[in-house]
């Protein structure tokens, strides 16, 4: 454990700490670090087994009560993970998801600025719009965002969140980090609907459901687009990467010093910077010092968007509805023929008016290879039979319960 891990005084605060990736990481700060959690949400179920750990404290609330926000604010370094991300409600709920991806996460960022807090903010790749199937990678700081017409409702998450973005970028004195999930996996993602939320939720649930059901794989506008999914193992292990870097950065920081405070700038900090960034110490490629060198000034972990995906583990839709057939005729022990074929649907049909979508989305991941020596490793089919084999053993119960309810 590094001295930054050790330090039993630390408090991290997770916001979102009972949603899919607060859980996994709230598990991992606790496994890996001596630090102390506050954890915020409005829901725990996930948190069963931690509720009453000695080094947490959780809180039921939302980042739409101002005292809450405050209170958050006051801890050296927040996480923060809550959005409403169920893709149905982008189009029904549309004031709804930009509130909680706009109006909630401007607050806590100007809290943060205030404080001196160190805000790692959870956006999204879909920041990147409306790409086309022939898109090539998505670069952080150089492609450029197209979106759907504003009836296209499915954007409303898109663009709350790049304007989220924007202001934190913006923010006179908030020492902050933006994060890009691609398509994280992995066990407690989304819900099954009917059992414990509504909704369509996203395609790994969507298609898990379907198999324990017994039903046909929806394929959206026949599965052709294409996404990197990425374990959310992965997705912790950068999250570790970045804090041992930005800590490491300005070891000394604290609530009420300006972002400059340590070494902002780690890269371009000169010799004290790269060593306190500690590059090798979080799996670096033995060349990440070497590119650090050459990189740009103000190169570092602070005032940074990364992408957070695993490039090697780009497939289509309708190539993982095969995967995830495969797969759970393994678990079950069948025949792969025996489970129902996938069926076309229009996206129209399938979520109501207003979708849209993206065709490809495939990280960049040059930057958090070259500032963090960051790389995600787990490979497509290890993350989708976890995330599956956890969806069966995990709701097939409730499944049964549920279809034998009058
Ligand atoms: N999709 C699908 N069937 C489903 C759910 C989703 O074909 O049951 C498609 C969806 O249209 C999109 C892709 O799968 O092209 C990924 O959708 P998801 O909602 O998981 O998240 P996104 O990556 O679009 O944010």
């Not at 607050?107 to 404080?115: P, T, Y």
């Not at 990147?128 to 952080?140: I, P, Q, R, W």
């Not at 340590?262 to 890269?267: E, I, P, Q, S, Y």
């Amino acid at each position: 454990m590094t001295p930054r891990f050790d330090d039993s005084s630390f408090t991290v605060a997770i916001v979102g700490c009972g949603g899919f990736i607060g859980s996994h990481l709230l598990d991992a700060v606790l496994e890996r670090t001596r630090w102390r959690v506050f954890g915020v949400d409005l829901d725990f179920y996930r948190l069963q087994h931690r509720l009453n750990h000695e080094r947490c404290e959780f809180l039921c609330a939302d980042l739409a009560d101002p005292a809450v926000v405050e209170r958050i604010a006051q801890f050296p370094l927040v996480v923060n993970l809550a959005a409403i991300c169920t893709p149905s409600r982008y189009m029904g709920e549309a004031c709804e998801v930009i509130r909680s991806n706009y109006d909630h996460p401007a607050a806590l960022a100007e809290a943060c600025a205030k404080s001196g807090a160190w805000l790692v903010h959870f956006s999204t790749s879909e920041i990147y719009g409306k790409t086309a199937a022939d898109s090539g990678e998505l670069v952080e700081d150089s492609t450029p965002a197209v979106f759907g017409p504003v009836t296209a409702s499915r954007w409303s998450y898109a663009t709350a969140k790049l304007l989220a973005e924007r202001f934190i970028a913006g923010l006179p004195g908030l020492r902050w980090t933006v994060v890009r999930p691609f398509n994280f996996v992995g066990p407690y993602m989304d819900f099954m609907p009917g059992v414990d939320g509504e909704g369509i939720p996203r395609v790994l649930a969507n298609f898990s459901t379907a198999l324990l059901r017994g039903e046909p794989l929806k394929l959206v506008n026949g599965g052709k687009a294409k996404r990197c999914f990425t374990s959310v193992h992965d997705a912790i292990d950068f999250l570790f990467a970045l804090f041992d870097a930005g800590l490491g950065c300005a070891l000394s920081f604290g609530v009420g010093d300006s972002p400059d405070a340590g070494c902002k700038t780690a890269a371009g900090a000169g010799h004290s910077g790269r060593d306190a960034v500690g590059v090798s110490k979080v799996g670096a490629a033995p060349n990440a010092g070497v590119s650090k060198v050459g990189a740009a000034p103000n190169a570092g972990v602070f005032s940074q968007a990364f992408n957070v995906g695993n490039a090697e583990n780009e497939v289509s839709i309708a190539e993982l509805a095969q995967k995830m057939r495969t797969i759970f005729a393994k678990v079950r022990g069948v025949d792969v023929s025996s489970l129902p074929e996938p069926q076309s649907v229009s996206g129209e049909e399938y979520y109501g008016a207003g979708y849209d979508d993206s065709m490809r989305r495939m990280p960049s991941v040059a930057k958090a290879e070259r500032l963090l020596g960051f790389r995600a490793r787990i490979p497509l089919d290890t993350a989708l039979e976890e995330s599956l084999s956890w969806f069966v053993k995990h709701y097939d119960v409730a499944e049964t319960c549920h279809c034998e309810e009058p």
